[in-house]
């Protein structure tokens, strides 16, 4: 399988991943043969294998239904870029 | 005495114990060196004088009262992935280029609690994506051992600085070989431990069922001590395991006498550079000779552990990555036009190539259509390699094996070519797909430059691998060569 410039621009639209042309071009040839590379797998036969998403295989543990967490607004928006009355800014969405 | 920065974790704290050096010395023989070498190694990217001098001084004054914390006053240096609080942390990435962290992560808390004084914060490829170091914002680390060379990556600073005797103990993390692997060009022990074994709370996320936490040092002792501090369940991390620390230096006089050590045949195959088989023939002598015996055993899917790590931890990032989006936090671009553009640009100027592409591979696997092909596939070939390991580990105690296929290589060799960069990791990747632990631990040297051996266990068998890696420390001094420049 081998990616053409539009499926990058698409992919790339899809991550929200500004790319100059320089870049796509340069990525497309990469991408190419990293996909190469990830096309070996298909020689391996998985037929009946589960998938293993996680390498424990845990359940998930619960805690008690209860706040632990304090209000940490202040803190965790003095890094942002731009917010303002515990609001985040950002260009106009709704004219 | 040898010289202060000369001495393991171990034997510092022997001295701090014995009343022969006090904190503000060790501190300050270590910020000294940092200040003489960082310019030529790049290995650190923040370097926090002020605030080491004064918790040196406060150790001292501790310790003169008898209320000091076991480590206290013992330095450490921490990868610039692990949040500090009140220090950047920018992961190796413009777009955490000023980042400051509004917490620690769990790791950092944990040192902090022992008594440990960070020195600052190390240098890495961005976002812990790469083998070389070469891909960090703040400019390649160059390997102590030849400033020509690369330290490997991802934790290339975390090497480079306890192999110029920077700091004797480095925080570090592996999600394909990115703590074994700069640790074998280098010359260093180093320990991914198992998956869960550490908290991930605080480590800027690369591939989360594969990230883990560890530890950069001289020697196996060195990590057994540091090991036991940053171990153990915290429940800001779900998928760390509760599960009891054992004490890791308890084991590490253990013989070896009787045990098995399995060698998988794929690792031995002719493509093995008969250099590096030499020199892992010259350690498993030394086992032998400590009365261990080896077998043979198989690892069948070890061959697609490459491909199928560049679908599911591309995967991983894609997604962990999205969170960058320059409106909480981090890079934003200058005058965007709308809400898109903000996004696209702010993401474009922030991340480095290999970011980009990694990101960009993870979207595509993930797309409408592909998800069978690619994430599937992969995660079925994930299981078949975890039930390899569990096959081999059921014939023997440890697996051995190389850590790299070579010696470190020259800066720029292999940036223009990303698989050769990847197959780099080609003895590592399988045992974070397995979510095993993993050490690498110094060999003899191969033309002057480092090799490193790699140990696997089972799944919290840490100890075991610190012991052994131990006994061979014991019987040679590998782990004792350094750079003759410095």
């Known amino acids: 399988m081998s990616l053409t410039s539009d499926d990058v621009k698409r992919v790339a639209k899809l991550a929200r991943l500004g790319l100059t042309q320089a870049e796509t071009n340069e990525t497309l040839t990469q991408l190419n043969s990293i996909l190469g590379l990830v096309d070996q797998m298909q020689q391996t036969n998985t037929d009946g294998v589960a998938p293993l998403a996680h390498p424990l295989e845990l359940t998930q543990t619960l805690r008690a239904d209860q706040v632990t967490e304090t209000n940490h607004r202040e803190k965790y928006q003095s890094v942002a870029p731009q917010a303002e009355a515990g609001l985040y800014l950002v260009p106009r969405v709704v004219e | ?486």
């Open chain 2, 1 to 486: 005495m040898s010289q202060i920065t000369d001495l393991t974790l171990a034997q510092l704290k022997q001295a701090l114990d014995d009343g022969d050096l006090s904190s503000v010395e060790i501190t300050t023989a270590f910020l000294d060196r940092i200040d003489s070498l960082n310019p030529e190694l790049n290995a650190f990217i923040t370097i926090t004088h002020e605030d080491a001098r004064k918790a040196a001084a406060d150790a001292d004054a501790a310790r003169a009262k008898g209320k000091a914390s076991a480590f206290a006053g013992l330095p450490i240096a921490h990868k610039d992935l692990f949040c500090t609080d009140g220090t950047r942390t920018t992961c190796g990435s413009k777009m955490l280029a000023d980042f400051v962290a509004p917490y620690d992560a769990h790791v950092v808390s944990r040192c902090q609690q022992a008594g440990l004084i960070s020195l600052g914060k190390l240098n890495m490829d961005e976002f812990a994506m790469g083998s070389s170091n070469e891909n960090s914002f703040f400019g390649a680390v160059r390997n102590p051992w030849d400033p020509s060379r690369v330290p490997g990556g991802s934790s290339g600073g975390s090497a480079a600085a306890v192999a110029a005797r920077m700091t004797p103990l480095a925080t570090a993390t592996d999600t394909g070989g990115s703590i074994r692997q700069p640790a074998a060009l280098t010359g260093t022990s180093g320990l991914k431990p198992t998956y869960g074994r550490v908290s991930r709370f605080g480590m800027i996320a690369f591939a989360s069922s594969l990230d883990q936490g560890g530890l950069i040092a001289h020697t196996a002792e060195d990590i057994a001590l540091g090991l036991g501090l940053i171990a153990g369940h915290d429940p800001r991390d779900s998928t760390s395991a509760d599960q009891a620390v054992p004490d890791y230096t308890a084991t590490l006089s253990d013989s070896l006498k009787g045990k098995v050590i399995g060698l998988p045949t794929q690792f031995f195959d002719e493509r093995l550079d008969p250099a590096m088989r030499q020199s892992m023939n010259d350690v498993l002598d030394v086992f032998r000779s400590l009365g261990a015996t080896t077998v043979e055993v198989s690892l069948d899917h070890i061959a697609e552990a490459i491909p199928a790590y560049y679908v599911i931890a591309p995967a991983e990032a894609s997604s962990n990555l999205s969170r960058f989006d320059g409106v909480r936090f981090g890079y934003r671009a200058e005058h965007p036009k709308d809400l898109t553009d903000l996004y696209e640009r702010s993401r474009g100027e922030g991340f480095g190539s290999e970011v980009k592409r990694r990101i960009l591979i993870g979207t595509y696997a993930l797309s409408e259509g592909y998800y069978d092909a690619y994430y599937k596939k992969a995660q079925q070939i994930r299981r078949l390699i975890k039930q390899d390991f569990e096959r081999a580990l059921n014939q023997c105690d440890l697996l051995f094996g190389p850590t790299t296929p070579s010696t470190a290589f020259v800066i720029g060799e292999k940036t223009a070519d990303p698989i050769a960069m990847y197959l780099e990791d080609i003895y590592t990747v399988a045992t974070n797909m397995a979510g095993l632990p993993g050490g690498s631990f110094q060999a003899p040297l191969i033309d002057g430059l480092p090799s490193g051996y790699q140990l696997t266990g089972p799944a919290f068998g840490e100890g075991a691998i610190l012991n052994a890696a131990h006994q061979i420390q014991t019987a040679t001094d590998w782990h004792t060569l350094r750079p003759e420049s410095l």
